[in-house]
């Protein structure tokens, strides 16, 4: 402050002038930065509602396939096909269980990795706004 004030009216005039110009353009720039952080987040937003949907599909694939499994079952038992237990031992295929269990697993690190994703763009813009 104290060497601004020994320079002259006029080039202490000129220095604060270059200083607010700077000032503008990083300004501008970050505005940018900005708004490309702030797209990207929509895409990213779109993408995530496009993968839940997706799943809410998935899962209500699964709903009717058990209750098809469960009609099934109601359907032999009246018939007095058997017990129970074989009819639980006829209904499913050995490897579908495993398979849905790491489908599922999949999917569920999948979500978890894009919110993580998510959070950390969330943390980006905060520091790069906050500077």
């Not at 353009?25 to 937003?45: F, P, T, W």
């Not at 099934?72 to 096909?81: L, P």
């Amino acid at each position: 402050m104290e060497a601004t004030r020994r320079i002259g009216s006029p080039q202490r005039e000129k220095t604060l002038d270059k200083q607010l110009h700077t000032l503008i353009e990083q300004l501008a720039a970050k505005q940018a930065q900005a708004e490309g952080i702030v797209g990207e987040i929509h895409s990213n937003e779109m993408e995530l509602e496009r993968l839940n949907t997706l799943w809410r599909r998935y899962e209500s694939f699964n709903v009717e396939g058990n209750a098809a499994r469960n009609r099934f079952k109601r359907t032999n038992s009246d018939r007095g096909f058997g017990s129970d237990h074989e009819v639980d031992a006829h209904s499913y295929l050995p490897y579908s269980t495993a398979t849905r269990t790491e489908t599922q697993t999949r999917l569920m690190y999948l979500r978890s990795a894009f919110v993580v994703y998510i959070l950390a763009l969330q943390v980006l813009v905060f520091i790069k706004i906050s500077f």
